[in-house]
């Protein structure tokens, strides 16, 4: 048999012969349903970011502002330029949070989301993903539809349904490993995961400018009601449209079936219900995924929660501004991670590049970039042009890595992709839980010089995590995974 995860030892024949098969009984894309699972799978991601991430921008709106909105003197660099707003708006609640308390408020989602992350993975793997996720975005939207009632109760009861929020959303992610380790075929990952997970920077991307037009226009509270809206068309398309595995869809074709269930039987555990937790936990390839996600994620979650803060606090941006500048960043990111999909899958297939080789090198881009353009980012001073542009590039970058670390749990234990998922997610969660607190402790005054070093500590951690990856990482199917395996090319 062949030795698993072996830098000295490599057949590429398996890989040779694995392409040549698929190529012949590869079923099309064009109106598949495996395509039609990432697309909706993709409108779930946009769901859970949207929900998310509207309380970054809807936060500026929240507070008490003694400063008209016209004369941002609170701010480092001058202010722009700001039209009236519309005399309706101004119904809703204001508060008087803060620096601290405005961080607890911005991360409190995450104490709730690192509690359901190696549980969802379980539970996907014992009860289906379908009605997990589902079920779990479903409680996220109705805790969002709350969130008005909560803040005019307090920021405790604020910081409590954001707790309860990321409780159900944390079983997303897991949940949807599992699906795609029975749904996509191991030529076509990059592509379907790039597809699938490209929604939350989607959600992102739409949310931040909505939301700063929503409470431009109307008021903070409706950033809630319309988002959480759209959560609901989502679940009842998820019910009806979605399925477990390609053996559980009535409506697949019987090619694609057959395509799917074929290109996996070599990769798939035969023990049913045993999970080798010594195994999975004394991985060495799993804890390079996990030091990289942990790294990746300090510095997507900072800008994530503060970029509308440091926009209109350092920048001067208004709130009709903020978002749209805010979400330009993750435009970059999602263009980027398509391409990367498309690019690493074809560098495998094509030109059959080993997978470690792959998931490293598109590692490695999207964490070093994100770290060199995030630390530029803050000595831009004033000028607003270059801030954004740099801010936008460390973004875009960051959106490499989706075909990078991100994906490399279904390389090395497709069986167990969801438990993995968990795992990394619940060490990869801890920054979004204490970069908000501690980057606003060291912003208290809001001046460059503390963004600065805000920067250089997310940069620092993310070549720390890129080092660790490019060390210790692998791309074949680990040996507790799977009896009987084709190795893909580590």
Not at 137 to 156: E, N
Not at 244 to 264: A, K, V
Request: glycine fraction near 8%.
């Amino acid at each position: 048999m062949e030795r698993y995860g072996s830098d000295t030892e490599r057949d590429d024949t398996p890989l040779l012969q694995r392409a040549e098969d698929e190529k012949v009984q590869r079923a099309p894309a064009c109106g598949s349903s495996r395509y039609g699972l990432a697309l909706l799978s993709s409108f779930g991601f946009f769901v859970v970011y949207s929900l998310r991430v509207n309380l970054s921008v809807a936060m500026v709106d929240m507070l008490n502002n003694t400063q008209s909105d016209t004369n941002h003197s609170s701010s480092v660099c001058p202010a722009h330029a700001n039209p009236p707003r519309p005399k309706h708006n101004h119904t809703a609640s204001v508060y008087n949070w803060d620096s601290e308390t405005q961080g607890w408020i911005l991360g409190s989602f995450f104490y709730g989301y690192i509690l359901t992350q190696i549980l969802g993975g379980y539970l996907a793997g014992r009860w289906g993903p379908k009605w997990l996720m589902g079920l779990g975005i479903l409680g996220t939207v109705f805790f969002t539809l709350l969130t008005p009632v909560a803040a005019d109760l307090g920021a405790k009861y604020l910081i409590a349904v954001r707790v309860l929020e990321g409780i159900g959303e944390g079983v997303t992610f897991p949940a949807m490993y599992t699906m795609w380790a029975a749904w996509a075929p191991p030529l076509e990952r990059s592509r379907l995961l790039t597809i699938s997970y490209i929604g939350a920077q989607l959600g992102t991307v739409v949310s931040l400018p909505l939301s700063g037009q929503i409470c431009f226009y109307l008021d903070w509270t409706y950033v809630f009601y319309i988002f959480g809206a759209v959560g609901l068309v989502w679940f009842v398309l998820w019910t009806c449209l979605a399925f477990d595995s390609p053996n559980t869809h009535p409506r697949i074709s019987e090619q694609e079936r057959l395509y799917i269930t074929n290109s996996l039987k070599n990769e798939l555990s035969t023990s049913a219900g045993y999970i080798p937790w010594r195994a999975i936990l004394t991985s060495g390839p799993l804890w390079a995924i996990v030091v990289a996600h942990f790294s990746y994620n300090w510095t997507f979650y900072t800008l994530l929660t503060l970029l509308p803060t440091y926009m209109k606090e350092v920048l001067g941006f208004s709130i009709k501004q903020n978002g749209m500048l805010s979400a330009l960043p993750y435009i970059g990111c999602v263009v980027l991670a398509v391409l990367s999909g498309q690019l690493a899958d074809y560098l495998r297939e094509t030109w059959l590049v080993r997978t470690v080789t792959v998931r490293k090198v598109f590692s490695i881009v999207g964490m070093l970039g994100p770290a060199v353009f995030l630390v530029a980012a803050g000595y831009t001073d004033c000028d607003y042009t270059l801030a954004v542009t740099f801010l936008t590039l460390s973004s875009a970058l960051g959106g490499v890595s989706a075909s990078g670390f991100n994906i490399n749990h279904l390389d090395i234990a497709p069986s167990y992709a969801g438990i993995l998922l968990g795992i990394t997610n619940t060490f990869a969660t801890i920054p979004g839980m204490v970069g908000p607190v501690i980057a606003r402790t060291l912003t208290q005054q809001n001046t460059i010089e503390e963004w600065q070093t805000v920067f250089y500590i997310a940069a620092g951690i993310n070549l720390f995590g890129a080092t660790v990856y490019t060390l210790f990482g692998r791309g074949s199917v680990q040996p507790w995974a799977v009896h009987t395996s084709y190795n893909h090319g580590d």
